[in-house]
């Protein structure tokens, strides 16, 4: 009834305002006249019956369709996905320990062999050690046979030097004396230059 | 011209008759201007009840253009519900995602707002919440019929509510559950007003039930059909389709937020019935 009266007065400014207007103002009165009488349809309660009916109607299968097929099938997928990602968590959750494990196992070794390392160089380091002390001797032995053998070798080369000095000596003393026109007597020749070599020694 | 516009608008007291008032003024004014003749405006037509096949009586078994998207609601919640999680995928496809979300999102809501002992009533929600979205969303579609704009298809649900609450509250409490109107927390004195005041609050649940989401639906649709009205207008036309877009980004929203609305307070009923003390 209030949109009536709204209709109402706009209609009469429409046509108080332009009075060529008035077959379009007639036509906006109208227009609100249609909707009037049109009314609610949701107030129209013969129609209500066959809504109410189909509504069932439609209700009952869609929860027939819910309760039968899709409910339980979407609980049952949720359900697995829930179950597998369980499963995957666990067994994850075992890789990783078994990672742990590994690692410490992998340490476990890189500690032993480097405990292994240190004896080995360690045993190379005496061993060497042991050797050089033995070729150390060696070469001591060596050394001091050398000396030896070399003082010997000076001492026969003194004793050849100082008897090829007398004979020398001698056979001088044998030409001075016999240069002098004297006979030469060998034996007291070298009975002197000795006893003179003995002296000067 | 502007004048007719002011008093009208000074007359109608509240928005909705300022905005009809503004309208019709609107509606005069470009039929002055262009000379178009006459703009029929019905925005209630979409919402009459017409028989599928001929004929001008609907009696109960008439197919009619309600039947039609009734049977539409099934098919879409089939879709999605069955076809859609046909594959039971682990990694679900795009349509068992929705399927999936949509079953959580109720079950959720039917767990924590209604209790864990009202996951018996599971199913009984998610078939309320999805024909209720379903139907809101295909009365978007151009064309469509909007079933949950009518009271009859609204009123039977929240009555089925109703009467399915109170059944359950006595069913599983007897007596006890009488105890919902009796405030125990109040002053002695204060309780039999309290009842009578509960005891009204509890009638008056399926028609606001009902209401809120038949009007929701019938307002919204209404007033975009008023738009579309304009829109054959070349002066307003621009203005008048913006203002549909608008609606119609709204109106998905409402969509939603009533069968929402409508189905956690059938879970905050259920709760009652089931836990009656306060």
């Known amino acids: 009834m209030a949109g009536d009266s709204h209709a109402t007065t706009v209609t009469e400014h429409a046509t108080d305002a332009a009075h060529g207007a008035a077959d379009a103002a007639h036509g906006a009165a109208d227009m609100a006249h249609g909707a009037e009488s049109a009314g609610m349809p949701q107030l129209d309660f013969s129609t209500f019956p066959n809504q109410i009916f189909w509504l069932i109607i439609t209700i009952l299968a869609i929860y027939f369709i819910l309760t039968k097929i899709a409910l ?42 480097r405990a292994e390392a240190q004896k080995i160089a360690a045993e190379t380091r005496a061993a060497i050690k042991e050797e050089l002390g033995v070729a150390t001797a060696k070469a001591d032995a060596e050394i001091s046979a050398k000396s030896a053998e070399s003082a010997a070798h000076i001492a026969e080369i003194r004793d050849s030097a100082i008897e090829a000095v007398d004979a020398v000596a001698k056979e001088a003393a044998a030409e001075i004396v016999a240069s002098l026109g004297r006979p030469v007597d060998a034996g007291a020749v070298a009975a002197a230059v000795e006893a003179q070599i003995k002296g000067d020694a | 011209m502007a004048e007719s516009k002011a008093s009208t608008a000074q007359k109608s007291g509240n928005g909705g008759k300022l905005f009809l008032g503004g309208a019709i003024g609107l509606a005069v004014l470009s039929a002055l201007f262009l000379n178009t003749g006459t703009t029929a405006i019905h925005p209630m037509d979409q919402f009459t009840v017409k028989p599928l096949f001929g004929g001008d009586h609907v009696g109960m078994l008439t197919i009619t253009n309600v039947t039609f998207w009734l049977a539409m609601s099934v098919l879409a919640i089939t879709l999605l519900l069955v076809v859609g999680t046909r594959g039971r995928a682990i990694i679900p496809s795009r ?19 209604a209790g864990k002992d009202a996951v018996a009533f599971f199913p009984y ?57 009796w405030v125990s927390s109040a002053p002695l004195p204060l309780r039999p007003v309290l009842a009578i005041i509960e005891l009204i609050s509890y009638f008056v649940r399926p028609v606001s039930h009902s209401i809120r989401l038949g009007g929701n639906m ?3 649709h209404a007033v975009i059909k008023v738009f579309a009205g304009f829109a054959g207008l070349m002066a307003v036309a621009p203005f008048s389709i913006l203002a549909i877009t608008a609606m119609y980004g709204l109106e998905l929203l409402v969509a939603f937020v009533q069968a929402y609305v409508f189905t956690i307070l059938t879970c905050v009923y259920l709760k009652d019935a089931l836990h009656p003390s306060h």
């Open chain 2, 125 to 181: 929600i998610m078939t309320l919440f999805m024909f209720v979205a379903s139907a809101n969303m295909l009365g978007l579609l151009p064309f469509s019929f909007t079933t949950t704009s009518h009271i009859a298809v609204t009123a039977v649900l929240a009555l089925a509510v109703f009467l399915t609450v109170t059944f359950v509250g006595f069913w599983k409490n007897g007596t006890k559950f009488l105890g919902l109107f």
């Open chain 1, 72 to 113: 339980p099938r979407i609980a049952g997928v949720l359900a697995e996905r829930k179950g597998t990602i369980t499963n995957d968590i666990a067994a994850a959750e075992e890789l990783k320990l078994k990672a742990v494990e590994a690692e410490k196992a992998y340490e476990k070794a890189l500690a032993e062999a």
């Open chain 2, 95 to 113: 349509a068992q995602s929705i399927a999936e979300l949509a079953y959580g999102f109720v079950y959720k809501m039917v767990e924590e707002v």
């Open chain 2, 218 to 220: 019938m307002a919204g």
